[in-house]
C-alpha cells in the first residue's frame, strides 16, 4: 500500500502530546502515552469542562481547555490524539493539521471515504504525520498470528473467517461508561451505528492480516434491535484461492466474561498446511490459550497453544498509542495511514452496498458513503 500520510518531520527527543476528547474510550487510549519514557501529556480539551478537568488531573496534564483552537494554538504541543466522536474527526484533523500538529486520530478515521483522503492530502501537504489508531493491529495475539501466516507456518492461506459477537457483561468497564457516548453513533450522525464503529475494526483485520487487498464482497445484513445485526460477509481476495467471511451477531440474553465491552471476536485461518486460532480479543469468553495453531502431516498432528503472551484487551491501544510516539521519535511512518484507512471505510461501505443491492460489490468502486437500507434519518 502507498502511503498518502506525510512523515513528519519530527526533531525533539520527547513527544507533548495534547488529547482532543476525554469520553468513554479517553482512558483506555491514554495510558500507553501515560507509560511511554520519551512521552508527555500536557493538555486536554473536551467541551465537556468538567470532563476535561478530570482527565487533566488524572493524566497529570497542565493545560485544561473547552475550545479546541485554543489547544491547537499551544506552541508546547507537538502532536495530538484526537477521541472526539467520529462524525467530527474530519474537522477536528483538517483544524490540527492547519496548525501544524503530528495527529494519531481514533478509528474510523471518517464517515465518507473521500473526507479520509482530504484528511490524508492535507497532512501530507503540512509536511505533518497523520495516522489512525487501531487497537487490533496491536494486539499481541493478532500481531502474532499475521507473523505466523507471513512465515509460513499454515502454508498457504485459503480462508479467514472473523466472529464478532456482541453479548452482555457486568464488567465495572461498561457499566462506567457514559451514555451520551452513545447517542452520535447510533442515530443519522453515524452511516451505520454499531455495524460501522465496532465493525471498521473487523474490516482493519480483513485487510491488514495479509497485506493484499479486497476485490469483491457479498453480503446479507439484517436490521435487528439496536444494531444492524446479524449480518454476514464474503470477501474475495487479491489472491483467488483466498477466501474470507466476517459474521456480526448479538446475543442479548447471553452474559460473557470481559474487562471491557460485552463483546468478544475469534479469528480463524485455514491454510493448506495447518489452521490457526485466536480466540478472544476484547473479552475472555472462552477458558483457552489465547492463539492456537494446529499442523498436521502423514508423521505428525501437532497442536501448539499460545497461553503465554499477553491477551489483555488494553494492551493493543497501549501498544498502538506507543507505537505513534515511538515512530514520531524515529521519522518512521506510522500506522494505520490515511490511505489504509480509506480502504477500510471502502470495504465496511461495500458490505453495506452489497446488503443493499443483493450483488456483489467492489470495494474499490466507492468513494463517498454507503447505508444499510432501514437506517433511520439518515
Ligand atoms: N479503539 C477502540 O476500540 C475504540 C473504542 C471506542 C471508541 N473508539 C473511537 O474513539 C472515538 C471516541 O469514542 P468515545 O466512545 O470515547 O466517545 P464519547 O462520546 O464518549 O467521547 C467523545 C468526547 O469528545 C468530546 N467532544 C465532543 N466535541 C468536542 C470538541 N469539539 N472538542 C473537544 N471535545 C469534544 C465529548 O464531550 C466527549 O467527552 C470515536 O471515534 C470512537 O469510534 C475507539
Known amino acids: 500500500m502507498t502511503p498518502v500520510s506525510a512523515k513528519g518531520s519530527f526533531t525533539a527527543d520527547r513527544v ?44 497529570g496534564a497542565s493545560g485544561v481547555f473547552t475550545n479546541l483552537d485554543d489547544l491547537l494554538a499551544e506552541p508546547d504541543v507537538d502532536a495530538v490524539e484526537i477521541l472526539t466522536p467520529t462524525h467530527l474527526h474530519y474537522d477536528h484533523v483538517l483544524a ?9 486520530c481514533q478509528k474510523p478515521l471518517a464517515n465518507t471515504v473521500a473526507e479520509a483522503r482530504e484528511m490524508g492530502a492535507a497532512a501530507q501537504a503540512a509536511g505533518v504525520t497523520l495516522r489512525v489508531s487501531e487497537c487490533f493491529w ?35 468497564f461498561q457499566a462506567g461508561l457514559r451514555a451520551d457516548g452513545y447517542v452520535w453513533r447510533l442515530n443519522n450522525l453515524s452511516p451505520g451505528g454499531h455495524l460501522f464503529d465496532d465493525m471498521v475494526h473487523k474490516y482493519a483485520l480483513a485487510l491488514w492480516l495479509f497485506d493484499q487487498d479486497i476485490v469483491s464482497v457479498q453480503a446479507v445484513v439484517r436490521r435487528r434491535d439496536l444494531f444492524f445485526e446479524p ?5 474475495e481476495y487479491e489472491d483467488p484461492g483466498l477466501l474470507g467471511s466476517m459474521e456480526v451477531s448479538y446475543a442479548p440474553k447471553m452474559w460473557m466474561r470481559s474487562s471491557y465491552y460485552g463483546a468478544d471476536e475469534f479469528v480463524e485461518v485455514q491454510g493448506d498446511e ?34 503465554d503472551m499477553d491477551s489483555d484487551w488494553a494492551t493493543g491501544f497501549k501498544r498502538s498509542s506507543a507505537h505513534f510516539v515511538d515512530s514520531l521519535l524515529a521519522g518512521t511512518l506510522p500506522d494505520m495511514t490515511a ?17 443493499n443491492s443483493k450483488l456483489p460489490v467492489d470495494p474499490r468502486s466507492i468513494e463517498g458513503s454507503v447505508t444499510p437500507t432501514g437506517w433511520a434519518d439518515w
Open 96 to 104: 490540527a493539521v492547519a496548525a501544524g500538529k503530528h495527529v494519531s
Open 339 to 355: 490511505e489504509e484507512a480509506a480502504k477500510v471505510l471502502q470495504l465496511c461501505f461495500a458490505v453495506y452496498q452489497a446488503g
Open 138 to 172: 496491536h494486539y499481541p495475539p493478532l500481531e502474532r498470528a499475521k507473523k505466523l501466516i507471513a512465515d509460513g507456518a499454515i502454508g498457504q492461506p485459503t480462508n479467514v473467517r472473523i466472529r464478532t459477537i456482541v453479548g452482555q457483561t457486568d464488567a465495572p
Open 16 to 59: 507533548r502530546l495534547g488529547v482532543i476528547g476525554a469520553g468513554n474510550i479517553a482512558d483506555m487510549n491514554v495510558a500507553g502515552y501515560l507509560e511511554h519514557d520519551r512521552c508527555d501529556v500536557v493538555a486536554v480539551c473536551d467541551t465537556d469542562k468538567d470532563l476535561a478537568a478530570a482527565a487533566a488531573a488524572r493524566w
Open 231 to 235: 449480518c454476514q460477509a464474503i470477501f
Open 274 to 307: 495447518g489452521f490457526l486460532w485466536v480466540t478472544r480479543c476484547t473479552g475472555e469468553m472462552l477458558d483457552l490459550p489465547a492463539m492456537m495453531l494446529y499442523r498436521g502431516d502423514e508423521k505428525e498432528l501437532a497442536m501448539t497453544g499460545y497461553s
